[in-house]
């Protein structure tokens, strides 16, 4: 679950820190790539840190 919300996080972020520094549209896909995949993983570990906490 914190997974799927750090990948849209992550995107939404991505492509707004690119936008404010100016970037055309590929530079907009790239950021948001890279902010979806490195939030998606924070969220992977925190999701295996509260399972494993919890079981």
């Known amino acids: 679950m914190f997974a ?3 990948l849209v996080i992550g995107a939404f972020l991505g492509a707004w820190r690119a936008k404010r520094r100016g970037g055309d549209r590929r ?18 570990f925190l999701t295996l840190i509260i399972h494993r906490a919890l079981v």
């Open 27 to 44: 530079d907009m896909f790239q950021y948001a790539a890279s902010h979806a995949i490195l939030f998606a993983l924070i969220g992977l």
């Open 4 to 6: 799927v919300a750090g």
